[in-house]
């Protein structure tokens, strides 16, 4: 079991939900700890509260999405720390709307934070821990929507397959190489964040995919009401509202579970075992070569 105290995490998307939390977590273990965020006063106010506990603890304003922001983040975790052992790419956004509806803007949005912000962070840190050489661990945020396809979330679910996808080849490259840096990909479901009321960090005007809402969020739920909604789509956003108020887990709870695969690794980490049969009916489907079948995940 790998001994955590005082070594030292990066957190993308640390100014709340699981990153924040995540970032309590490691703290409460010892750990010392950068959280970055692209919301500069959430960010301090996250980082004031860990020092306040006796945490070793600082804050650097990052946007996942631009790499050299990424290496700025990874300078100052050196000049605070001297080292990094745990790189948690968890920085997150979601749209919804009809797949033919998301505008070229959307994707570049999207794709930049939810891969990007992987990509940069894998590009950035995996080189100082093979110089560093001994144990690290990238953890990566995907989503369920990372391992089957919800309606409606077509620029999402691509962005998390992708995530999904990318943790998996970093995974055999370093085997390849004999390295003790681990991998790992977090799946959340339903996780009770502000995911619902987070259309504020988009660069532009929010609601540019057919005026639905956006979200910003490290958590796998789509965003809130939009004009130009069908019935169906309707019912299946309060669906979702409704899952996140009786089924939706604490951030805590999915911060405990990404402490816990540091210290004893498995690869795929899931917040909710029971949406696993919607993974086994996507891949029977695919070996059958049946059209995509929908199981919803509340």
């Known amino acids: ?33 950068v959280l970055a965020d692209v ?20 804050a650097v304003p990052t946007d996942v999405s631009r ?12 000049d605070a720390f001297g080292a990094v052992h745990v790189v948690f790419n968890n920085a997150g956004v979601a749209l919804s709307g009809p797949a033919w509806e998301a ?3 959307d994707w570049r949005w999207v794709l930049g ?10 590009r950035t840190f995996v080189p100082i821990l093979l110089r560093q050489g001994g144990w ?38 370093l085997a ?20 619902m009321d987070s259309a504020r960090n988009r660069p532009g005007t929010p609601g540019e995919a057919g005026g639905a809402e956006i979200a910003n969020a490290s958590a796998g739920a789509p965003p809130a009401d939009a004009d130009t909604e069908t019935e169906a789509e309707r019912a299946r956003r309060a669906q979702t509202r409704a899952a996140l108020r009786t089924i939706g887990l604490p951030a805590r709870a999915v911060a405990s579970r990404v402490v816990a695969t540091l210290r004893e690794p498995r690869f795929y980490v899931f917040t909710h075992p029971e949406r696993k049969d919607g993974v086994r009916v996507r891949t029977e489907g695919i070996l059958a070569e049946r059209e995509p079948r929908f199981v919803p995940l509340a």
Request: net charge neutral; with cysteine; aromatic share 2%.
């Open 176 to 195: 390849a190489r004999g390295s003790a840096v681990r991998v790992s990909v977090v799946c959340p479901g339903y996780v009770a964040t502000r995911i």
């Open 67 to 78: 790499a050299d922001e990424v290496e700025s983040l990874a300078r100052a975790t050196l």
């Open 39 to 58: 919301e500069r006063d959430a960010l301090a106010e996250a980082a004031r509260a860990l020092q306040a506990r006796g945490a070793r603890a600082i």
């Open 1 to 33: 079991m790998v001994d955590l105290r005082d070594k030292v995490a990066v957190v993308t998307g640390a100014a709340s939900g699981i990153g924040r939390a995540t970032a309590e977590c490691f703290a409460d273990a010892g750990m010392r700890v």
């Open 113 to 122: 934070v939810n891969l990007g912000g992987v990509v940069h962070g894998v």
């Open 136 to 173: 690290g661990h990238v953890v990566n945020t995907a989503s369920m929507s990372g391992l089957v396809t919800l309606p409606s979330m077509g620029v999402y679910n691509a962005s998390k397959h992708a995530v999904v996808a990318f943790s998996e080849t970093l995974h055999h490259d």
């Open 103 to 105: 505008t070229p803007e």
